[in-house]
């Protein structure tokens, strides 16, 4: 394996597992009340709403556009580029006291008034039943993805692991649907995505630490159990250093780079990259250790005299 600097000495992570479990707790149950208090500010995806997709002959002003929008009371309306730098689009939320052709119009007029040169493609009416739908079946993506990692590393590792790693990845999607309520972010089906990658982010750093972790199992026969999670963590930070940095790197320049589009996206994955490093190493692991994980969990039942005798043709 790769290593970016090499640590003689195992850092002893087990020693401080009831510290950075309280802090996860405690940022697990902030980003709970969070949720309960605010809730999510859903976007057009999820509550329905009105989509128009506009196009100029020069490169679109899309901060010039929100302004526009703004001053004829369309504050939440979401602008954002949409295929190239001419075309836009525009989200709308639902109105009751207008209707989708009114609300479209008034807002083509006021483009128009602010630069002749927009023409209209398109204009298409989310219901809310579709928005429930889509909610419905994001909530229902998640449990699925959850309980395949589950069964997965049940297959791979033994439950003790499963329960540990779901655990951990469940900390990670709350503390960032608390960050996205706390703040009132908009949460959209791109978000969503962005929740589904950094779970598979998150157990994908899960299941190399457990791969360490079985492998000293069979190589540190005197170790305790902490001993053996504390140097598969240290012997694993290099990789780990290397893999988050550069992947963080990528997604930081989506972020600051990538426009309104990518935004929100960005935004989850960097906040589920940070968590989702922390999780792995410093809450799955001592929830493993605190269920009972030993040695004998990964190592074959001897054969006793009788059993070898009966097995002889």
Do not use: C
């Not at 927009?118 to 229902?140: D, I, M, S, W």
């Not at 902490?226 to 012997?235: F, L």
């Amino acid at each position: 394996m790769l290593e970016f600097f090499h640590i003689k000495r195992d850092i002893p992570f087990m020693s401080y597992a009831r510290v950075t479990t309280f802090i996860s707790l405690v940022t697990f149950i902030a980003a709970v009340a969070a949720l309960g208090l605010k809730g999510l500010n859903l976007g057009v995806d999820f509550t329905g709403g009105t989509v128009m997709e506009v196009s100029y002959s020069h490169q679109a002003d899309v901060p010039k556009i929100r302004d526009t929008l703004t001053k004829i009371g369309m504050h939440d309306a979401a602008v954002q580029n949409f295929g190239t730098a001419r075309d836009v689009m525009i989200r709308l939320p639902l109105k009751p006291d207008v209707s989708t052709a009114k609300l479209s119009d008034q807002v083509f007029h006021a483009l128009q008034g602010a630069d002749n040169s927009v023409t209209l493609k398109r204009v298409e009416f989310v219901g809310p039943q579709v928005g429930k739908e889509l909610y419905e079946n994001g909530a229902l993506a998640l449990l699925v993805v959850s309980l395949g990692i589950m069964a997965y590393l049940a297959m791979r590792f033994e439950w003790r692991f499963s329960v540990a790693a779901i655990i951990a990845n469940m900390h990670d999607v709350v503390i960032i649907l608390g960050f996205f309520a706390f703040f009132q972010w908009e949460f959209s089906l791109t978000v969503l995505a962005g929740i589904l990658a950094v779970l598979g982010y998150s157990v994908n750093e899960s299941v190399v630490v457990f791969d360490r972790v079985r492998e000293n199992f069979r190589k540190m026969r005197k170790a305790s159990v902490p001993e053996v999670i504390d140097n598969a963590i240290t012997r694993t930070m290099s990789r780990t250093i290397i893999t988050h940095t550069m992947t963080e790197l990528m997604v930081l320049s989506m972020l600051f780079f990538g426009g309104e589009a990518l935004y929100y996206f960005a935004l989850a994955l960097t906040i589920g990259i940070v968590f989702g490093i922390y999780s792995s190493v410093l809450v799955a692991s001592p929830i493993v250790m605190w269920l009972g994980v030993s040695r004998e969990d990964f190592l074959k039942p001897e054969k006793k005299e009788g059993e070898e005798a009966e097995a002889l043709p």
